[in-house]
């Protein structure tokens, strides 16, 4: 059973910055494509970022320039930095495993966590 557990979200002011983390207990991500995905109140579940096995990485262009994608296979665990958060990226930031680099999701979601920007 594969297991996706994220953490860091939580609430920052406009312009601050935040690292989520997705961790698993297996080497899954050097096998499978890891995507984070968000969804916000009241829209579809969108790609933020993905990466591959290779290390290619894809950025939706809402984050390009701000967001950063990376892996740790040592430790198992896929990152999304953050940086100049605006209060359009408040969501529930999910962490998915064997989805496609240009955004269909696989069947492995972790649990979300909530990124609230706001003053």
């Known amino acids: 059973q594969v297991q996706l557990v994220e953490s860091g979200g939580g609430l920052v002011q406009p312009g601050g910055s935040l690292r989520l983390s997705c961790a698993t207990s297996?080497?899954?991500?050097?096998?499978?494509?890891t995507g984070w995905y968000r969804q916000a109140p009241g829209k579809q579940r969108e790609l933020v970022a993905a990466i591959t096995t290779g290390g290619s990485t894809n950025y939706a262009d809402s984050v390009k320039g701000r967001f950063t994608i990376s892996r740790d296979n040592a430790k198992n665990t896929v990152y999304l930095q953050m940086n100049s958060l605006k209060p359009e990226d408040t969501a529930v930031y999910y962490c998915n495993a064997g989805g496609t680099f240009t955004g269909t999701p696989g069947r492995y979601w972790g649990q979300g966590t909530q990124v609230t920007v706001s003053s």
């Open positions: 297996g080497s899954i991500f050097s096998i499978y494509t």
